[in-house]
């Protein structure tokens, strides 16, 4: 008897998927995937957009095609992208969009919010600021590869590599809405036929202020990151001579003894590598503790640096204020803002060379 009931429910289950749900179901071949959108405030308030969609070739080659026009509104820019296609373009393939440096300077919450409202975009898209046109960057043909993929692959293993801290839609929105932390995204430009990783924009709300050079990606990484893999570090010991290290994990902790107060916050950083590269003689017990302390002194002091740069622009991509805020009951959002600016915040390093080469 259970088993008979069992199975009369398993043949009314596909009718009730069938009642509660309705699905726009599209053949592939009857639409235009864009796999990118780059976006540019006109000089008239328009808002100016590029969708790229790959064309797939007889010989199964891929060539990127691009539309661009200009409305008030990103939604109705789609609607007359599919005026100039032969098929519908459809958004739900997007792998990244891209804000030019001027409209990231003047905002982006606006452009954001078509992408929350659309039940086809996935949060984990990636968002780029570009140096210079996404237009122009969208139609330039970079390989054998759809030009949306090239600029999420190109993303994806700048973060995997350690270069960079992973950011998308669904982190960005977190910072932004969330209390004492702002956003940051990667900066991206057109080079000589080739898309660079440049640096990494910071944002006061959802308007860049500032950017972290390519150099400083390193320090940023350690200090915002709890725990961190991979990434390389390089500083010049001994006037004209290098050093090198890699394979570096670092792990961050927080000692905050009286939160929502004017007392001392210390970051203090584990870091663990290995040397990659040295250009002063052979290595010995004796000189890895010196490098071991020059390490040390060259990150505590580019880290107050950068941190000293924060507090002066008062913005928190690193987000001290959000660790403050979950070790007090008092948290008051404005009264941070006051104190931040003028806050002593430290950095103590402690640097462990775990191997010096297969030389040694």
Known sequence: ????????????????????????????????LSSAGGYEYTEDGMIEVTSVY?????????????????????KEVRDKHSLQSEK????GKVEVTLYEWKTAEKGIHDLLDTLQRDPSIGSNIYLVVVDGSPK???????????????????????????QIHKTNLHQFLYKLYAEGMDPVLPIIKHEEDQVKLKAVGLFDDDKMVGQIEEEQFFIFKILLERKGQKGSYSLQVNEDK?????NISSERKYDIKKPMTNSEIIINVELKATISEYQDGSLNTGKITKLEKEIKESVEKESQEMIQQ???KGIDPLGIGEEVRTRTRKWDQKKWKELYPDLKISVNVNVKLLESGVVE
């Open 136 to 162: 122009e960057l969208l139609s330039k043909q970079y390989g054998n590869t759809d030009t949306g993929i090239y600029l999420s692959n190109l993303i994806e293993q700048n973060i995997e590599a350690g």
């Open 54 to 74: 790959p064309s797939f070739q007889p010989d199964k080659s891929v060539i990127s095609k691009t539309i661009t026009d200009t409305a008030k509104l990103s």
């Open 1 to 32: 008897m259970v088993n008979r009931f069992l199975a009369y429910l398993c043949l009314l289950f596909p009718f009730f998927l069938t009642g509660c749900m309705n699905i726009d179901q599209r053949i592939i071949d009857d639409i235009q």
């Open 242 to 246: 290098d050093i090198s290290i890699y």
């Open 88 to 91: 519908p373009v459809v958004s």
């Open 310 to 312: 924060f507090q002066e």
